[in-house]
């Protein structure tokens, strides 16, 4: 989606006005402004635009904005500074920050790679190729395949591959499935649905992208799991233009700073993301997810 200027701070004030917020995303928050030296304050909410003032995007153009922007890169590679909350995690505020990690991510296969260490020999590595995935979180070691149900496991910290992909590329939730638009006074919201023929016909939701209506800009997805249960709440803190490595291309728009909710664990996943290089070569071997 194309942003605006002033891009982090009016995401973070819609952000407020989300519904489904839940008290321990809320402290997470404030905890990981604390954790990354920030000093947490905000300007001062603007009056809210009269709706009648706010265009009324139809679903082709909201879908093809969001399309053309993740068609502008094809490879993701760059720093990766994450903090995990999670109630099985000792210390202050069930907190555990990681630095100095490396992200990369190819679109079109929907690999993905990210390795991060903390003091203590605590990591986090995670490992798809496209369709099965290895996860190293702490000293939980599990593998599956893409798109596999969550299930509430006791001390489980769920990061799982394809959700970071649909984080980092959201065109993914179009692809073979039924679309529908709904508009609010603020916010649109682009439903994605699976037809399903057994055992009797019926749509089933799979995830929802709410777009900032005044800027046209992602602010949030919730994917949901097979049994229509919220499988992952994906928050967009800061999008920035990233060069697509070729003068005469427009510039991406990347999430830099997002956050990913498992309600069900409970876990919080913060990620932030410099250095950000598009359309560079990956190696392949860090994709290589054993057997």
Not at 34 to 61: H, I, N, Q
């Amino acid at each position: 989606m194309p942003a605006r200027k002033g891009t982090e701070s009016s995401n973070a004030i819609g952000l407020r006005r989300l519904a489904g917020m839940t008290v321990l995303s809320l402290l997470a928050i404030g905890a990981v402004v604390a954790a990354w030296g920030c000093a947490g304050a905000r300007e001062p909410e603007p009056s809210l635009t009269r709706a009648d003032k706010v265009p009324y995007r139809s679903l082709d153009v909201l879908k093809a904005s969001i399309v053309a922007n993740s068609r502008r890169w094809q490879t993701l590679k760059a720093t990766c500074d994450m903090t995990i909350l999670n109630p099985s995690i000792p210390g202050p505020n069930n907190a555990l920050v990681l630095r100095a990690g490396r992200i990369a991510f190819d679109r079109r296969s929907r690999r993905v790679s990210l390795a991060v260490r903390g003091l203590g020999g605590n990591r986090v590595k995670l490992v798809g190729d496209g369709s099965a995935y290895e996860a190293t979180v702490l000293e939980d070691v599990y593998r599956g395949s893409y798109g596999d149900s969550l299930s509430a496991e006791t001390g489980r910290i769920h990061l799982m591959p394809d959700d970071l992909a649909d984080a980092l590329d959201p065109s993914n939730l179009f692809w073979e499935r039924a679309l529908t638009l709904t508009h609010g006074p603020l916010f649109s919201q682009i439903h994605a649905l699976d037809f399903i023929t057994e055992p009797a016909k019926h749509f089933k939701m799979t995830g929802t992208i709410t777009i900032d209506r005044r800027r046209e800009s992602n602010l949030a997805i919730l994917k949901y799991d097979e049994d229509g249960s919220v499988r992952v709440q994906i928050v967009y803190l800061t999008v920035r233009p990233c060069s697509a490595g070729d003068d005469e291309s427009l510039p991406a728009e990347v999430p830099t700073r997002l956050r990913l909710d498992y309600p069900q664990d409970p876990t919080i996943v913060l990620l932030q993301l410099t250095n950000v290089e598009l359309n560079t070569e990956l190696d392949a071997d860090q994709f290589m997810v054993r057997q």
